[in-house]
């Protein structure tokens, strides 16, 4: 695995790079909040790197910070998603910004994104909800999330208690958006329950 890259930048062709480490050019792909905040051509650079090993190729992806990569590979693990739309999200939101919309369960940010339809969106809400605040603990989106109170665990355990209960994640979701934002677990569940029944 080739976990850094450090070299001389040669070329900047959005989304990708190219860097020359000791004589052999690398070329990278990058989301745009790494692309960014790339020096010019001809100065040197240093990229946290994802290598993928499909039948097609061997590909390589450049990251700015620890989290964008650790963000990165938690897309990739939600199913449908593959290297092009993890990229495009993470060129779309922030990482923060990702885990904050993620922790609130906000779809709407996700579906600005070109390319994420409310399917998408919601199932990346839903693979992630546990897995990037576990991965990315000290990212400010989670701090701020964690920081609102008990909103975002309580909507989770409603979501959970719904999907337990047989409901699809569509029906869960239409469900919640009736809910307060300060709503407790049992009076969110009974509250949901009811709304479902009228459906």
Request: hydrophobic share 45%; no cysteine.
């Amino acid at each position: 695995m080739i976990g850094r890259i450090t070299g001389i930048l040669l070329e900047k062709n959005p989304p990708q790079i190219l860097i020359d480490a000791s004589g052999v050019g690398y070329e990278l792909d990058v989301p745009m909040s790494t692309f960014y905040n790339l020096p010019a051509t001809g100065e040197r650079v240093s990229l946290h790197t994802h290598l993928a090993v499909r039948e097609d190729g061997h590909f390589l992806y450049g990251f700015a910070t620890t989290e964008e990569r650790t963000a990165f590979r938690q897309l990739l693990k939600v199913s449908g998603i593959g290297a092009r739309m993890a990229l495009a999200v993470l060129s779309g939101l922030s990482v923060s910004d990702l885990a904050q919309a993620i922790a609130l369960q906000e779809a709407g940010r996700l579906v600005k994104i070109p390319g994420i339809g409310k399917k998408t969106a919601e199932r990346l809400l839903l693979e992630l909800r546990d897995k990037l605040g576990k991965a990315l603990p000290q990212t400010a989106g989670i701090r701020l999330a964690t920081s609102v109170g008990t909103v975002p665990d309580a909507r989770s355990d409603i979501l959970n208690a719904l999907l337990a209960l047989g409901y699809n994640e569509r029906e869960a979701f239409g469900a919640m958006k009736g809910l307060t934002d300060d709503v407790g677990v049992s009076d969110g569940i009974r509250a949901a329950l009811k709304l479902l029944s009228k459906a």
